[in-house]
């Protein structure tokens, strides 16, 4: 089985390998192509691939090109994890936002916009390209903004690119250990956009025990959203949130906290990435020595400033582990190629499944993954308060998707406008103004 990874000179890549490495099922993943623009990042990135398969006989292929065509040609699964811009992009969509006093986070607010903005008509021509070059391919989309890229990309190709994100999975893991019981045995009654979801219930022998949970206090502070958003908001609301609802929680907070840092996230990680990429060229043998203490420093600082801003303490030792979204993506590819069937949160195309948004919408939801791909699970209605947030969310991914479509100036300024972290007409102008000047590949936008 092949599988194509785009962006393959991104950090994350020996995460996804190492899943396949320990992956000892049939019809496993035997070659793995690498396509990325900077071929330098690839060579990086390949040397620790290279000393992760060491005394693997059967590891896979490990190939690497800058042709997308070559890299799409044969593939049947496509593994879509770009980022347009770059880090430093990255950086200034959250400081620019800053210096405006709204958060700039990279999925979320003003940042999330303009990534999306950035990243919506790459991502377009990409799955043009795999519909011409590999019509046959899944495409697993972990490129963020991940729901809205991934609704793009269905309007190419339809119910064969499904979105994956590691914080559901995450969330479920850490209720499970605070309620004691296996997360293999429960049902998790997750619903939403991607980082704009809820964990409402927790259904174990057709019994829910999340009220269980919301009731004890001491269980909630031992798992990370039970700190971040405190026992008594997590009772008023009923569910627990995905990490991301934090921003829009506690705004002022987390704005008042990423301006008070030293580096927003963003720069942050650009530095610690920046020396991993440099120096591991000249340290032959410890390339994923180096790695591992980069991401290690990476996921000890994870959404730092919120942990600070709510008082939650350092992260839990056991999340600062891997067995995130490479192995969701992992299970995903083998449900669908040897019809495993299993249940998965992921990004889809609602279809129904979730009461007040259209068909097309991309939702994160619970899913039934088999070899015909992920077919949401119906779900309850949100919670009035819940969909308010959820439709005005996926109104301003609307606004986007139009903007990058279309080269609409005017949905862009209103995908700004309208979102609830940027509170002004006039501060949305200002820094459509100077993302424009930022970033040459906003050139498309015009009135």
Request: proline share 4%.
């Amino acid at each position: 089985m092949r599988l194509t990874i785009l962006g393959g000179g991104g950090f994350r890549v020996p995460l996804v390998y190492r899943a396949l490495l320990a992956d000892r099922g049939k019809g496993r993943v035997t070659d793995v192509v690498l396509y990325d623009l900077d071929p330098d990042r690839t060579s990086v990135i390949r040397q620790v691939l290279a000393e992760q398969a060491a005394g693997h006989a059967d590891a896979p292929v490990v190939t690497a090109t800058t042709d997308l065509d070559e890299a799409l040609t044969g593939a049947d699964f496509v593994f879509s994890a770009i980022r347009v811009g770059g880090l430093a992009g990255r950086a200034a969509d959250e400081r620019l936002a800053l210096d405006e006093g709204v958060l700039g986070q990279e999925t979320v607010g003003a940042g999330g916009i303009v990534y999306g903005l950035r990243t919506i008509p790459v991502a377009v021509d990409i799955a043009r390209r795999v519909a011409a070059v590999a019509p046959d391919a899944w495409v697993i989309n972990f490129t963020n903004p991940a729901g809205t890229v991934t609704e793009a990309m269905s309007r190419h190709l339809g119910d064969r690119v499904i979105g994956i994100c590691d914080s559901p999975v995450g969330l479920g893991r850490r209720v499970a250990a605070a309620l004691g019981v296996d997360p293999g045995a429960a049902w998790f009654d997750y619903a939403g956009l991607n980082h704009l979801g809820w964990l409402r219930a927790v259904r174990v022998e057709g019994r829910d025990v999340l009220p269980e949970l919301l009731a004890d206090d001491a269980a909630l502070a031992s798992f990370e959203e039970g700190r971040l958003f405190g026992g008594a908001w997590l009772r008023a609301i009923g569910a627990v949130p995905n990490e991301y609802l934090h921003y829009y929680y506690f705004a002022r907070d987390a704005v008042a906290a990423a301006r008070d840092a030293e580096h927003t996230r963003g720069a942050l990680v650009l530095d610690q990435q920046r020396d991993f990429y440099a120096r591991t060229p000249d340290s032959p043998g410890s390339a994923l020595e180096a790695w591992e203490t980069t991401r290690m420093a990476r996921e000890t600082t994870y959404m730092a400033e919120n942990r600070e801003a709510a008082g939650a303490g350092e992260r839990d030792s056991s999340d600062l582990e891997s067995g995130g979204y490479e192995n969701v993506a992992l299970a995903l590819m083998r449900a669908i190629a040897h019809d495993e069937r299993t249940t998965l949160i992921l990004n889809v195309r609602n279809r129904g499944a979730l009461p007040g948004l259209d068909d097309d919408a991309v939702v994160e939801v619970p899913c039934l993954v088999d070899a015909n791909g992920a077919r949401p699970v119906a779900c309850a209605p949100l919670a009035d308060h819940q969909f308010a947030l959820v439709a005005t969310v996926k109104a301003v991914e609307r606004a986007v998707l139009e903007a990058a479509a279309t080269g609409s100036r005017a949905a862009a300024l209103r995908a700004l406008a309208t979102h609830p972290l940027v509170d002004s007409v006039t501060v949305a102008d200002r820094l459509l103004e100077r993302y424009e000047a930022r970033f040459p590949e906003l050139s498309y936008l015009r009135a």
